[in-house]
């Protein structure tokens, strides 16, 4: 099939371009990229209108979490790839902290086929880099990649043994893996619910330093530097950290460094009368961070903007501030909250879609992220400012655990289209 994208602004983020232009798709991929409507394609093609709205290539969201196997009942792959097209994200790269974890090759073809199954969008699985994410034996790397995992991760938990993480970096070294770690000392953040400070005191709640990112992130630095491993730090929440991330990008380190949806928008103040909706892990930072963070996004120092899409239901939220659930979802807000940092902004909409598409498929090795020729038809058309107020109600996912419910937001995604095909269309 070939389709003909015309009347739209094109969103390229490797030439940092916005501008008038169309694009040809010939059986799922871009075929041609033009100026303006060509003469003459028209005829024998499928003519897409997008009726003057913005074009970009589709978000690559690392780190959702898709509760199967194990918690079904909070998000499943079918819904789950649901809100991802609704949200625009074409890709979702989805995370190993299951029950059991992702960390056998049966279990990383048991998720793939049931992915393949069940979501309309792509789905790349990371895989467990201990046993059990239990920080004492390493994974089967080899045989991991071998059946499709692009990364590894024992999420939130961090490796205490420094041994046992170094042997690990130094097997995925030798393989060419990419390892990605939770910058945090676990010691100084065990039991936090929230950032350390004035709030945290008056609020009486169990606080954490934001100096644990950093004490963390300086760890797995040094470990980088003595393997030469390929590393990605999930997140990257305040701005005592960055200087160590800048030293180490800057003495050729193969770092790269990510920071959730919710950090850049929300601060520790939005916990206000103990909300569990806004609390995630890391918590919610001070407002300074937060500046410091988004300014390390724009100029490339921060390279990947995620979700973070942790799925809980309402028991495990509708608890005391302290017992209750970390995390939020943002695949179907992730769009619309970046979003605020453009019409803020701090950023323009090529540097933002660098953050949210480009660099993610680069780090990974995708082929996505791109308007080129021969690059994949995963497209997103968005309305960078048709404004509306979201109601958690209509979201796709199984839990609905937004901290943005009932907030005015901007940013409406018109349609969505993986390999060419049209996944998700708006009302």
Not at 12 to 30: K, M, S
Request: hydrophobic content about 45%; overall charge negative.
């Amino acid at each position: 099939m070939t389709q003909l994208f015309t009347n739209l602004r094109l969103l390229d983020p490797e030439a940092g371009t916005l501008a008038p232009g169309a694009i040809l798709v010939r059986d799922g991929v871009i075929a041609e990229v033009f100026d303006s409507a060509p003469e003459g394609q028209a005829s024998d093609s499928q003519v897409v209108d997008c009726g003057g709205h913005t074009l970009a290539p589709g978000i690559v969201d690392i780190g959702v979490k898709v509760c199967e196997p194990g918690e079904r009942h909070k998000e499943s792959y079918r819904s789950a790839g649901l809100a991802a097209a609704a949200g625009g994200v074409t890709t979702m790269v989805t995370r190993p902290d299951t029950d059991p974890a992702i960390d056998s090759p049966e279990t990383l073809e048991f998720v793939t086929r049931r992915a393949n199954e069940a979501a309309p969008v792509n789905v790349v699985p990371m895989a467990a880099l201990t046993k059990g994410r239990a920080g004492r034996e390493m994974t089967e790397i080899g045989f991991l990649m071998d059946a499709g995992a692009a990364a590894f991760t024992d999420c939130d938990r961090v490796v205490t043994d420094t041994k046992v993480f170094s042997r690990a970096l130094t097997y995925a070294r030798s393989l060419g893996a990419l390892v990605i770690a939770h910058p945090q000392d676990p010691g100084l953040s065990k039991g936090a619910a929230v950032t350390s400070g004035k709030f945290a005191s008056l609020r009486g709640l169990p606080a954490v330093s934001p100096m644990a990112e950093r004490m963390g992130l300086d760890r797995d630095i040094a470990l980088i530097e003595m393997t030469g491993a390929r590393y990605h730090a999930d997140q990257i929440t305040t701005a005592r950290a960055l200087p160590a991330l800048e030293r180490a990008k800057r003495n050729g380190l193969d770092i790269t460094a990510g920071v959730g949806i919710h950090h850049l928008t929300l601060n520790a103040l939005d916990v206000a009368d103990y909300r569990t909706f806004f609390k995630v892990k890391p918590p919610l930072r001070d407002e300074d961070d937060r500046l410091a963070v988004a300014e390390a996004v724009a100029s490339g120092l921060i390279d990947i903007i995620c979700s973070m899409h942790t799925p809980q239901d309402e028991e495990s939220k509708r608890l005391p501030f302290e017992e209750a659930a970390s995390g939020a979802v943002g695949l179907e807000t992730l769009l619309p909250a970046a979003m605020r940092l453009v019409h803020a902004e701090v950023m323009d909409l090529p540097t933002l879609w660098r953050a949210l598409s480009l660099n993610p498929a680069k780090r990974l090795g995708l082929s996505g992220g791109r308007i080129a020729v021969g690059a994949p038809a995963d497209l997103v058309l968005f309305n960078p400012d048709a404004p509306f107020v979201l109601d958690r109600a209509t979201l796709r996912s199984k839990s609905r655990n937004t901290p943005f419910d009932g907030m005015r937001m901007q940013g409406k995604v018109m349609a969505t289209y993986v390999a060419g095909s049209c996944v998700y269309e708006a009302n």
